[in-house]
């Protein structure tokens, strides 16, 4: 094979390649859609890693076709072969975030150089939250909400980064019905989860790379009859393997750690399902709490 279509056999090659595409010294022939496919999976190689094709395919708005023209357009022989890249990459590195700075460091600026990457950071929360919205399944987001609404009590589970998530969607329950607490390790994982019986609900949160503990809690979780709900960026994630619904919420981008946009608006949209689920239970619940915040003179 020429040189100048040999397939890149790294992510700092493919990294490589990119840059010349984009400058025009490369003479292979992209379409500008596959292009900008290519300039996201090369910003978040770990989604490139785990994601099946159909899955990138949603989470890129394209057709599985695009995907593998691009990989053969790059000189792969397919997909897979051009996946492998990813994947022995994310299994030689464990410097995610130092890794996610370097990119950030190093993308491309013109005169605007701080707006360019306020926009490029934009862009990738746009494409996380298509791709959530592309994931998302009728039939569990009802089932799911149901289980938020019903489950005598939900503890919500999420940590590092993913503890605001955990935190901010156990407040937007908690808004809405009794019995909703972040499930926190301060105590012991252990005793925590033997506040929990069969028919109460975890809701487990975390991204690439995961939290070994979160996983643990449901999969023990899980052995309990506990319903476990996880919200996390593949279905290849360990968390997805242990729950009874999952939610995805794509988490890649230019950010130096998970960009959590997707994620945010996901734990919205599952509150409002609640809310609606709940009906008057949880407008009394609403209102109970704008008393309590008028007594104490909370707000101005």
Same mark, same amino acid.
């Given at each position: 094979?020429?040189?100048q279509?040999?397939a890149p @056999?790294?992510?700092e090659?493919? $990294?490589?390649?990119l840059?010349?595409?984009?400058s025009? &010294?490369?003479g292979r022939?992209?379409? #500008? #859609?596959?292009l900008?496919?290519?300039r996201?999976?090369?910003?978040?190689?770990r989604?490139?890693a %785990?994601?099946?094709?159909?899955?990138?395919?949603s989470?890129?708005?394209?057709?599985? &076709?695009?995907?593998?023209r691009l990989?053969k &357009?790059? =000189?792969?022989? +397919?997909?897979?072969e051009?996946?492998a890249?990813?994947?022995?990459?994310?299994a030689q590195? =464990?410097?995610?975030? &130092?890794?996610?700075?370097s990119r *950030?460091r190093?993308?491309p600026?013109g005169q605007?150089?701080?707006?360019d990457?306020?926009?490029?950071? @934009? #862009?990738?929360e746009?494409?996380?939250?298509q791709? $959530?919205?592309?994931?998302l399944?009728?039939?569990?987001?009802?089932?799911g909400?149901g289980?938020?609404? /019903?489950?005598p009590?939900?503890?919500v589970?999420g940590l590092?980064?993913s503890?605001?998530?955990?935190?901010?969607f156990?407040y937007?329950? +908690?808004m809405?019905?009794?019995?909703?607490?972040?499930?926190?390790?301060?105590h012991? %994982?252990?005793?925590?989860?033997?506040?929990? /019986?069969g028919?109460?609900l975890?809701?487990?949160?975390?991204?690439a790379?995961?939290?070994?503990?979160? %996983?643990d809690? !449901?999969?023990?979780?899980?052995?309990r009859d506990?319903?476990?709900i996880?919200?996390?960026?593949s279905? !290849?994630?360990?968390? !997805? +393997?242990?729950?009874t619904h999952?939610f995805i919420a794509p988490a890649?981008?230019?950010?130096?750690s998970?960009s959590?946009? =997707?994620a945010l608006v996901?734990?919205?949209?599952?509150?409002?399902?609640?809310? #609606?689920? *709940?009906g008057?239970d949880?407008?009394?619940?609403?209102?109970?709490?704008?008393?309590?915040?008028a007594?104490? =003179?909370?707000?101005?």
């Amino acid at each position: 094979m020429p040189e100048q279509t040999r397939a890149p @056999a790294s992510l700092e090659e493919l $990294m490589q390649l990119l840059a010349a595409l984009e400058s025009g &010294s490369d003479g292979r022939r992209i379409g #500008r #859609r596959a292009l900008s496919v290519f300039r996201d999976m090369v910003a978040a190689p770990r989604q490139s890693a %785990v994601y099946s094709i159909t899955e990138l395919a949603s989470t890129f708005g394209v057709h599985a &076709s695009t995907l593998t023209r691009l990989a053969k &357009s790059l =000189g792969y022989r +397919g997909f897979a072969e051009f996946q492998a890249v990813f994947r022995r990459h994310v299994a030689q590195t =464990g410097h995610f975030y &130092s890794e996610q700075a370097s990119r *950030l460091r190093d993308m491309p600026g013109g005169q605007h150089r701080a707006l360019d990457v306020v926009s490029r950071i @934009a #862009r990738d929360e746009k494409s996380n939250i298509q791709g $959530m919205m592309n994931n998302l399944d009728a039939a569990a987001l009802g089932a799911g909400s149901g289980l938020m609404a /019903r489950a005598p009590r939900v503890r919500v589970m999420g940590l590092r980064q993913s503890y605001a998530i955990a935190s901010y969607f156990s407040y937007t329950l +908690g808004m809405l019905r009794d019995d909703v607490a972040v499930l926190s390790p301060e105590h012991g %994982v252990a005793h925590e989860l033997a506040q929990l /019986r069969g028919g109460d609900l975890l809701v487990v949160v975390g991204f690439a790379p995961y939290t070994r503990i979160t %996983v643990d809690a !449901a999969q023990i979780a899980t052995g309990r009859d506990i319903p476990v709900i996880a919200i996390t960026d593949s279905y !290849a994630s360990p968390l !997805a +393997g242990q729950a009874t619904h999952t939610f995805i919420a794509p988490a890649g981008g230019h950010f130096f750690s998970n960009s959590m946009g =997707g994620a945010l608006v996901l734990i919205q949209a599952l509150s409002a399902l609640v809310a #609606r689920e *709940l009906g008057d239970d949880a407008l009394a619940a609403l209102h109970e709490r704008e008393a309590l915040i008028a007594e104490l =003179g909370v707000e101005y």
